[in-house]
């Protein structure tokens, strides 16, 4: 046990010496250097310990540092990697997510304005932006800060509009460009309903971040050469207007991350049904109105019955029919 | 100093080497350090191994879904302007469960359906929308269109006009369909001055009548490619015309499912078969009980034939599962018949696919690395060569429905 003495450090000491001073001379001359520049740095009281001692602590310093560095490095970089990994896939899973809910966000846009829409007698204020839905959360132009960012209505709206956020003049919205090639009755769309997607249903039973903004527009088969009116008198030589009663909606959902998602559809109103289900194409008001009257439906193998009151006591009795 | 030197002494004997005790103990001690340390690091390097596997197997489930679940959403999209406004199922099926196109097409073969195939049609947002000038025999090279007040408008000089071509450019994939039932699927290889050169395989299904709608469409076939002796594995896309591409690696399944309408076609009152449609709940249109479409007796097709007692056009079709919810459609229901347009067209299909709301799909992928799969049964279904726990990355399956929106407009 007496070789782990100081004693026996004293005696070994220069095999440890001479193995580290080959590849560490440098080094140890700096770092002795430096200390002793040290005015704070303590003094040796024993000067014969402070002849090997100094340069020994300094030799074995300058190893942990390196290995230290070199360790720190390599778990600074594992580190890192895994890091970035776990983000990248944690950003992707969530983009997607946002993705995802912001089609459906716009999906609802669109059937609440059509049902909306349903209300509207002259589709003509819709298209001059006289009516607007019931879902809005303020005036049809600035800045609204949401979750999903800064959304400003007014860009939006003229980026729609003319493919630039400054103000479309008739020449702008009129131009003949490859995603708006029919002139003047390309679509001039009017802000209809805008509003966060929680606000859509008066429970607050809606989680969501979205913001959702719907524009209407006169649809592009109308050939009356006026964009803010609804089937007009057809320009010649066309002796009819195919898009007469017929609207083009665009609804646009905002996301986290500056996640968009766009829906456009075609509405048009129609003349058509008895039935409650299974007819094709558009919805328009007279839909709402026959279901609000419709024939009555005969109960399979049973004859049709309704119930009268009867003066002679008052309660209710069953007729066949 | 003699003290001095039996120190000496004692000390050259300590440093002399170490006992063989010693160095066994030291040895074991050490293997036992680090044997603990590999012990913990295997696992952890089988985890680091396979957890971006995960990943990239969960990424291509996200692709696979990603791909399909857009275009079916879609389909049945028809055209939105002009006379023949409304979804696809109103004149044909735009969901069949088959490859359809110039190349190695399914119904050539006489095969109507393959649970690992599908192919969609829908009309997108495009102004090339319209009819055709004149009548086309089957083996049209090229045709002439109407000049819808929803096609595009050029400007030269002064003149403000619409195109000619209602925005039809080479390489687009055009549709051309009328009321009976019949479609074709084409691709415009050229175009000069206002007419439009075509390109397909073979001849159209059928001569069609000037006024036939032609539209810009978009076609999608998935189906699933599998060869073993290649270990390929791949959910495939074709485009209907020439080109089949690949879309995700190591798909070992793929499975289609169909739920519909239970309830047949019918004509929508106050509406004539001689104005503007729609005029059914869904399937194309009968003629007028004086006309006839071959070899349909008159005033019937393939969804509607006419009730020899009262005289009325009604479906030809059966009533499913009570009439209410949405059913399952069989393989059987979807390769019976009745046939539309009729029996011997090329591009005949099932009625019942215009039944079709809701498409399931299951997608299965495996991992790539065959290190990483274990043997083949309920977790793999191809084995692979993986024999410890932490390298087992058993396959992943996805399943969704969609109800296309466009085919579900009524609902």
Partial sequence: ?321 | MTAHSRTVRRRDSSEAGFTMIEMLIAVAIMMTVTGAVFALMNPSQGIFQTQPEVSDMQQRLRVGVDSMAKDLVMAGAGTYAGSAAGALYNFFAPVMPYRVGDVDDDPAKNVFYRADAITILYVPPTPSQTTIRDAMPKTAEQLKVNEQSNCPRTKTGEIDQHDALCGMKEGMRALIFDNQGNWDAITITSVQDEALHLGYDGELSVSYAAGSNITQVATHTYYLKTDVATKTFQLMHYDGYHTDLPVVDNVVSLQFQYFGDPLPPTLLPNKPLSGSGPWTTYGPKPPDLATTFAPWPKGENCAFMVDPVSGAQVSRLPVLGGGVGSVPLTEAMLKDGPWCPNASAPDRFDADLLRIRRVRVKLRVQVAQVALRGPAGVLFTYGGTSTGGARLVPDQEIRFDITPRNMNLGR
């Fill in chain 1, 1 to 321: 046990m007496q070789g782990f003495t100081d004693a026996g450090h004293n005696e070994r000491a220069p095999y440890a010496t001479k193995l580290t001073k080959i590849t560490l001379a440098t080094k140890v001359t700096k770092l002795t250097k430096n200390k002793h520049e040290d005015p704070s740095r303590p003094s040796w009281p024993n000067s014969s310990c402070a002849s090997w001692l100094p340069e020994r602590a300094a030799d074995e310093q300058g190893v942990a540092l390196i290995i230290a560095l070199m360790a720190m490095l390599l778990l600074t970089a594992l580190g890192m990697a895994l890091t970035m990994t776990t983000m990248t896939e944690t950003r992707i899973t969530g983009n997607y997510r946002d993705g995802s809910e912001a089609l459906y966000a716009a999906d609802a846009a669109v059937e609440l304005v059509m049902q909306d829409l349903l209300t509207v007698s002259d589709w003509n204020s819709v298209l001059t932006g006289t009516t607007q839905s019931a879902f809005i959360d303020g005036p049809p132009a600035g800045v609204r800060d949401t979750p999903a960012g800064r959304i400003d209505l007014t860009e939006a709206t003229n980026m729609v509009r003319c493919g630039k956020v400054t103000i479309c003049g008739d020449a702008d919205m009129d131009a003949l460009t490859e995603e708006r090639p029919w002139g003047r009755n390309n679509p001039r769309w009017q802000l209809y309903a805008y509003g966060p997607m929680g606000d859509m249903l008066p429970t607050g039973t809606i989680n969501s971040q979205m913001y959702v903004v719907v524009w209407v527009a006169d649809d592009p088969s109308d050939n009356d050469d006026k964009p803010l009116v609804d089937g007009d008198t057809p320009v010649a030589p066309a002796t009819e207007n195919p898009g007469r009663g017929v609207l083009v909606l665009m609804a646009h959902a905002y996301g986290p991350g500056g996640v968009k998602r766009v829906v456009e559809v075609t509405v048009a109103r129609t003349d058509t049904t008895e039935i409650e289900r299974g007819y094709t194409g558009q919805r328009g008001q007279d839909e709402q109105n026959r279901r609000a009257r419709k024939a009555p439906v005969q109960t399979p193998g049973q004859a049709l019955t309704r119930s009268e009151m009867t003066l002679t006591n008052g309660g209710l009795v069953t007729v066949t029919k």
